[in-house]
């Protein structure tokens, strides 16, 4: 039996030891890891993701119990100090000795820290491990005890300044990334694409500050600010080091092997550093003269280690390295591949660039026109995917270049030809290296029919996630040619889509989930089919939650929406955010008789926060008694209709705003939808209640209503398009209503009607033909059906007090009266919030 | 809360030293779960009537330390019982608490009997 070495225990000496005991010659080798870090290797790649869960675990490559399932010997928290390359040895800093037969260095790097007076001082960070970001968040905090605006400065603004940037902002400090490079992102992007990135960056709130060469770090102990020289100082109470990488390359020195002038350690193509028994893989392995900061390189080199210390010699790493990016930065898209910037004389480039949108594209083409030499784009990379493709596989263009980065989406179909287009060696998810074919074999030879089954066999879209779009396509273009069709199934227990479950509850008549499965499912279901038959049941029947309890979501059993610490919020209805001083006392009243902590809401209605699930009941018993209504904020249905004051005060307004979205908000109330739904209603162009911003919106105008749908605010927000113009209010509440009850009907659990009008074949055009011209003849039917739920109203919180069974619901523990002492509250500003997370 | 956390370990059924009472099976929801109080644990009595079985399991969840499992929705995967914890939707097997769709640490079951109208939940203490 041989033994071999790894030291380090980052991404790559895990890939290594991963691809590794996959095969089947593995059994003749020892494999020990060593690693300085105290955890198991970790996604360092999405380190930032940290800052949301606080959760190491989710970050794990793999849990412990795996390195010793297969015969992985891994010590960690145990750096290795010295080789002895002549008797094939290597010394553990806790002096202890072993010997090897191939030692694999995987060691990685470290941020480089300039030499930069001051450095030393409390309050510098480096970004690179959880440990690093953990130090920072507990000094974020203590800045933040003391100091209200505290401010953090990024020294770099390259791709993992930028992260840090987004890292510091979201630990509660303002950032300021400070550049000495003119641009930001200097290697991948070019000045007018760096400059657009500026500006979304800036929108943001984080603060760039380009050009600026620091002198030193001020401050007594702790840091206060930088020195660029000549009187210039920027103020600030923390300080993240993101200067770039120097590779962790020690060890070689210890056994004299070859370095580069600039540091790494010098490797063939086979992996082997200047001792052939000693391999260099990662970021601290210099191939080509390069160090590649990235890890979908690292993993091939792993790759190419593993088959050659199975002496499978004849796979070697390719000569060229792509180092193209798409990064998962901080809400702006950017991504750049082959050559992103170049003169003129090498080939002619096309640009489109809209500033107000926050968009940069640029590609670059050979100067006959048919080859695409690489590009760049900020703020809409969506098809970056196909894009790299095209560029990897020399793929040719269309006759209009251009239309590649500004062809007319939507209509008459994209410039490009489908993923299946494809050569089978294109490499569709580069960090676990599979290839087009890999995707599709799996579809047609090993009969995988999903993305999670695909992603099992293949590891495909495990790494950054970003081919994910692409396999999709893959796999359903794949089952097509299978003749098998490609239905949106919900999910393992029924092999129906949502519209599908729609009609056939609606046509058989089922009544509830136990019968459907029964009739036209398989198992017992789960958290994916229960909620979205849920919904079905009640825009058919419109029966309230309180029926089919244990099928609900947890916010729609409750009928409040469970919050962090497993209490609840109330918010009742407060139809087009008109409310009355009597109400405004009467809520004011019983949130403090309950002690809750209470909030103005982006809705125009007020939120009480902190109810134990027992006091639910009680709560809403004193609200209904002051003629307070359930606000289905839980809900997936009508949240709010939002307005704006109106003609009544306003000296601009066309037409009542204000009673048109009490109106309609009381029409839609309680009405259950596949997503939640909101509306708005404004009184004139200026557009104070954001109407377009809403699924459904309507804006006075000279002459009647504007009628607009599709909008949404939040994570990808969308402007409502306009429906019908210049109506009046009947005809702009038919429409609306068809609209609705159309998209209850047809749309996927979960999909708001933005997502599903852009996928509706016809888009807008096809919709105005739906409900305005009735051209499916479906117009008196969706009439009925929405008129039917409107007259079927009732207040399910009400129910809910008044029927003593479903009031026991609301009680901690069915065998005591106390409540749940897990709870706690500390104070704020006068007011409560939940303990923090442990 | 880890302190917390570690007081929750899987009883077999074989150990069971106290079959604790713990409430009529009416209340319990067909198909759901609710909480009971035993000692200073919490547990998540689960009545899964379309499989007529019954488990239990902390009700603490192992994310975020919140006491919410019996609140979760219940289901299956591939005919192994779940639970879909209502924060975070992280599912746990109820036979065995291992963590379904992460790495999350799994979480600790009891064995659960009925005799006449009563839920009993075995404990080893
Ligand atoms: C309370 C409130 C924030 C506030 O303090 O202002 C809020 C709170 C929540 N929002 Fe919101 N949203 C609130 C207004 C908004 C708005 C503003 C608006 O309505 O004008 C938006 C953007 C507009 C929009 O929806 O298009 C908004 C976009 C979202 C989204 C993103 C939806 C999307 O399509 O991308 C989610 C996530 C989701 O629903 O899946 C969300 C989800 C949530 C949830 C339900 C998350 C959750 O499941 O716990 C939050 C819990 C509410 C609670 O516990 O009571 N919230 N949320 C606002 C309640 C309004 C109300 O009176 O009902
Ligand atoms: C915040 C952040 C975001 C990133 N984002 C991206 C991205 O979007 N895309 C991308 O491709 N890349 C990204 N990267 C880079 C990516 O993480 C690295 O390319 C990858 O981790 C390199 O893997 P490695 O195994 O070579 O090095 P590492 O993951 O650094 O692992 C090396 C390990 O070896 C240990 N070690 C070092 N010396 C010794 C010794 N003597 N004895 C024992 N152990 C030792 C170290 O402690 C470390 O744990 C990002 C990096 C960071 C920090
Ligand atoms: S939208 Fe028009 S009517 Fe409404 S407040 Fe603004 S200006 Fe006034
Ligand atoms: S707290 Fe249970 S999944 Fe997050």
Redesign the interface.
């Known amino acids: 039996m041989q033994t071999i070495l790894v030291v380090g225990n980052g991404m790559v000496g895990y890939k290594f030891c991963e691809k590794f005991v996959a095969r089947a010659e593995s059994r003749n080798f020892k494999l020990v890891v060593f690693g300085e870090e105290p955890r198991a290797a970790y996604d360092r790649v999405h380190l930032s993701a940290y800052f949301e869960n606080r959760?190491a675990?989710?970050l794990?490559l793999a849990?412990l119990d795996w390195y010793s399932e297969n015969g992985i010997e891994l010590v960690v928290s145990e750096s290795v100090t010295d080789i002895h390359h002549t008797k094939k040895t290597i010394t553990t800093a806790s002096e202890k000795e072993f010997s090897y037969d191939y030692l694999v260095l995987a060691t990685g790097s470290a941020p480089f820290v300039p030499p930069i007076q001051g450095i030393e001082k409390e309050g510098v960070f480096v970004y690179r491990t959880i440990e690093d970001l953990e130090n920072m968040l507990a000094y974020a905090e203590k800045i933040k005890k003391i100091k209200p605006n505290g401010r953090a400065a990024i020294l770099g603004g390259g791709l993992l300044g930028l992260e840090a940037g987004k890292a510091v902002m979201d630990m509660g400090l303002e950032p300021h990334v400070v550049e000495f490079a003119p641009k930001l992102m200097p290697r991948q992007l070019d000045a007018r694409s760096s400059n657009v990135m500026q500006l979304t960056l800036e929108s943001m709130g984080i603060h760039i500050h380009a050009s600026k060469a620091t002198n030193k770090i001020l401050g007594n102990g702790a840091i206060t600010g930088l020195d660029f020289g000549e009187d210039d100082t920027l103020v600030v109470d923390m300080l993240v080091i993101s200067a770039g990488i120097r590779p962790r390359d020690e060890l070689g020195k210890t056994c004299n092997l070859e370095m580069g002038v600039r540091g790494g350690i010098v490797v063939n193509d086979k992996m082997q550093t200047s001792d052939p028994d000693i391999y260099a893989i990662g970021e601290v392995a210099l191939y080509n003269q390069m160090i590649y900061g990235l890890v979908a390189p690292g993993y091939e080199m792993a790759e190419v280690a593993v088959n050659q210390i199975l002496k499978k010699e004849d796979v070697i790493m390719r000569p060229e390295i792509d180092m193209s990016t798409k990064l998962k930065l901080i809400g702006v898209d950017v991504a750049s591949f082959g050559i992103p910037y170049m003169p003129a004389d090498k080939g002619l480039s096309i640009i489109y660039e809209n500033k107000t949108k926050g968009i940069y594209k640029r590609i670059n083409v050979s100067h006959d026109g048919k080859t695409l030499l690489g590009g760049i784009m900020v703020g809409d990379a969506e098809d970056y995917s196909i894009l790299h493709q095209m560029y990897l596989n020399d793929m040719p263009l269309p006759d209009n270049a251009e239309e590649l980065i500004v062809g007319s989406r939507g209509e008459g179909g994209s410039a490009f030809g489908s993923a299946m287009d494809l050569p089978d060696t294109a490499m569709v998810c580069s960090c676990e290296a599979v290839t087009k074919g890999g995707v599709c074999g799996s579809v047609l030879v090993d009969g995988n029919e999903t993305i999670k089954a695909v992603a099992m066999a293949t590891k495909a879209t495990t790494g950054c996630g970003g081919c994910k779009p692409m396999v999709n396509d893959l796999i359903k273009e794949s089952l097509k040619t299978l003749g098998k069709t490609v239905k949106e199934r919900i999910c393992?227990?029924f092999d129906f889509s949502r519209q599908e479950l729609f009609d056939i509850v609606k046509l058989k008549d089922v009544q509830n989930f136990?019968d459907l499965?029964d009739d036209f499912g398989t198992?017992?279901?789960?958290?994916v089919?229960?909620?979205a038959v849920a919904a079905v049941f009640a825009s058919i029947y419109n029966e309230t939650a309180n029926r089919q309890?244990?099928?609900?979501?947890?916010n729609d059993?409750?009928l409040a929406n469970?919050q962090?610490?497993?209490t609840y919020s109330v918010v009742p209805r407060v139809a087009a955010g008109e409310i009355t001083p009597k109400q405004l006392m009467a809520m004011g009243r019983i949130a403090q008789k309950y002690d809750l902590y209470t909030k103005i809401t982006g809705g125009q209605r007020i939120d009480m926060f902190g109810a134990k699930l027992h006091e639910l009941p009680l709560i809403w018993e004193e609200l209904i008694k002051e003629g307070f209504e359930t606000g289905q904020a839980y809900g997936k249905s009508l949240r709010t209709v939002k307005s704006c004051v109106g003609s009544t005060w306003c000296r601009y307004g066309m037409d009542e705003s204000v009673s048109f979205a009490v109106e309609i908000e009381h029409r839609y109330k309680g009405i259950r939808s596949p997503h939640k739904f909101k509306g708005g209603v404004s009184g004139c162009i200026r557009e104070c209640a954001e109407a377009r911003g809403k699924d459904f919106g309507f804006i006075a105008v000279e002459g009647g209503w504007n009628v607009y749908v599709g909008g949404n605010g939040g994570a990808n927000p969308k402007h409502a398009v306009l429906l019908a113009e210049k109506v009046d209010k009947a005809a702009a509440l038919t429409y609306v209503d068809r609209f609705i009850m159309f998209y209850i009907k047809t749309a996927q659990p979960l999909q708001r009607t933005a997502p599903w009008l852009e996928k509706l074949e016809g888009g807008i055009t096809y919709l105005q033909n739906v409900v305005i011209n009735d051209s499916l003849g479906i117009a008196a039917e969706l009439d009925a059906e929405m008129q039917a739920l409107v007259d079927s109203y009732k207040c399910e919180w009400q129910e809910a007090i008044e029927t003593p069974e479903i009031r026991e619901?609301y009680t901690?523990?069915?065998?005591?009266e106390?409540t749940?002492s897990?709870?706690e509250f500390v104070e704020l500003r006068a007011q409560k919030m939940p303990k923090e997370?442990? | 809360m880890i302190a917390t956390l570690n007081t929750y370990e899987t009883v077999q059924p074989e150990n069971v030293k106290t079959w604790f009472k713990a409430a009529a099976t009416s209340k319990f929801p067909k198909n759901g779960g609710a909480c009971i109080k035993y000692k200073d644990k919490q547990i998540a009595v689960f009545n899964f009537a379309r499989e007529a079985t019954w488990y239990a399991c902390q009700n603490l969840c192992p994310h975020k330390m919140e006491m919410v499992l019996s609140r979760g929705m219940i289901g299956e995967e591939n005919m192994e019982a779940k639970v879909a914890c209502p924060l975070h939707k992280n599912t746990f097997s109820l036979k065995t608490g291992e963590n379904l769709n992460g790495s999350l640490e799994g979480i600790a079951t009891y064995p659960v009997k009925i005799e006449g109208d009563f839920v009993y939940v075995g404990f080893v203490d």
């Open positions: 959760d675990k989710a794990e849990p393992e227990h136990d499965l198992g017992h279901g789960c958290e089919c229960k909620p309890d244990t099928i609900q979501d947890t059993r409750y469970i962090r610490n497993g619901r901690h523990f069915v065998n005591s106390e749940d897990n709870i997370w442990a």
